[in-house]
């Protein structure tokens, strides 16, 4: 947990908004993925320019690749 929350302590956390949480359905809809959260992450970093550090490459690829998104995904 220690690791955990030295990491959490370099992000940015932020509340959904509503046109966020519509964002974010309307981005499950074109990726055809159920995960909610694994969707909102991928919307954050589309909207943020950011990076995504994920151990499930493979469903943000998915996500990322469904409404062509460049966004840098590494794995851990």
Known sequence: QASLSRFLAL???EPMSA???K???M???KADHDDIVDVTVV???I???DAIVTSNHTH???ITDAVRAKITIEQI
């Open 11 to 13: 992000c940015s956390l």
């Open 19 to 21: 046109q966020q949480a």
């Open 23 to 25: 964002a974010v359905g």
């Open 27 to 29: 981005l499950a809809g």
């Open 43 to 45: 919307e954050g970093a």
């Open 47 to 49: 909207r943020r320019h």
């Open 60 to 62: 943000i690829r998915k």
